[in-house]
């Protein structure tokens, strides 16, 4: 029996060792299933498929926390989708120092798929890691940005409507939304 417990406990060290988060895990992961989702409700006569966009921005390579894919039909271009990371509060909440180093940010998931113009026609936010303002998962208030297309500046409380109780989560999503919009937009010139 003691022989048993010891290979038990030999394999659960091994199964901790090998499931712990390495740097590699802190990429954004597609969701792939939510993606395939969103395109076959958009283009419902097509077969989308998702092929990676390769980055000529050596500073956008860098960039564990975003990924484009162009969606394909063939040899048709439908659209694209962007996945990315929104950075809200430190964990412990909006108050902790940030002059701490060791605190880590908050962040949540999300992506858009756009036509072939990057014009938007869906945003899904989904992996919510923050403990404040999960209101901005909602698809009522994520519809305000379907038909933005980056050539006009997003105003949160103005053009974006502001969430009581979301307020950061809110604001940061619509900067980044504008922020990853241009970085499609120059990707595709």
Same mark, same amino acid.
């Given at each position: 029996?003691?022989?048993?417990? @010891?290979?038990?406990?030999?394999?659960?060290?091994? #199964?901790?060792?090998? @499931?712990?988060?390495?740097?590699?895990?802190?990429?954004? =992961?597609?969701?792939?299933?939510?993606?395939? =989702?969103?395109?076959?409700?958009? #283009? =419902?006569?097509?077969?989308?498929?998702?092929?990676?966009?390769?980055?000529?921005?050596?500073?956008?390579?860098?960039?564990?926390?975003?990924?484009?894919?162009?969606?394909?039909?063939?040899?048709?271009?439908?659209?694209?989708?962007?996945?990315?990371?929104?950075?809200?509060?430190?964990?412990?909440?909006?108050?902790?120092?940030?002059?701490?180093?060791?605190?880590?940010?908050?962040?949540?998931?999300?992506?858009?798929?756009?036509? @072939?113009?990057?014009?938007?026609?869906?945003?899904?936010?989904?992996?919510?890691?923050? @403990?404040?303002?999960?209101?901005?998962?909602?698809?009522? #208030?994520?519809?305000?940005?379907?038909?933005?297309?980056?050539?006009?500046?997003?105003?949160?409380?103005?053009?974006?409507?502001?969430?009581?109780?979301?307020?950061?989560?809110?604001?940061?999503?619509?900067?980044?939304?504008?922020?990853?919009?241009?970085?499609?937009?120059?990707?595709?010139?």
């Amino acid at each position: 029996m003691a022989f048993r417990l @010891t290979i038990a406990n030999i394999l659960i060290v091994f #199964w901790v060792v090998f @499931t712990a988060s390495s740097p590699a895990d802190d990429a954004v =992961k597609l969701p792939t299933k939510k993606v395939n =989702k969103v395109m076959s409700r958009i #283009w =419902k006569d097509a077969s989308p498929q998702l092929k990676p966009l390769l980055r000529n921005n050596a500073e956008f390579l860098k960039d564990l926390e975003s990924q484009v894919y162009a969606i394909i039909d063939g040899s048709d271009t439908l659209g694209f989708a962007y996945v990315g990371r929104v950075y809200s509060c430190r964990s412990g909440g909006c108050d902790v120092n940030l002059s701490e180093e060791s605190a880590s940010f908050e962040f949540f998931d999300y992506f858009f798929v756009a036509n @072939t113009e990057a014009s938007i026609l869906k945003v899904k936010v989904y992996n919510y890691q923050a @403990t404040h303002g999960h209101e901005v998962m909602g698809w009522g #208030w994520l519809r305000q940005f379907v038909g933005y297309s980056g050539s006009s500046t997003l105003i949160y409380g103005k053009d974006i409507q502001a969430i009581s109780g979301a307020t950061i989560s809110a604001s940061v999503l619509t900067q980044r939304i504008q922020q990853d919009q241009k970085y499609l937009r120059d990707l595709l010139e």
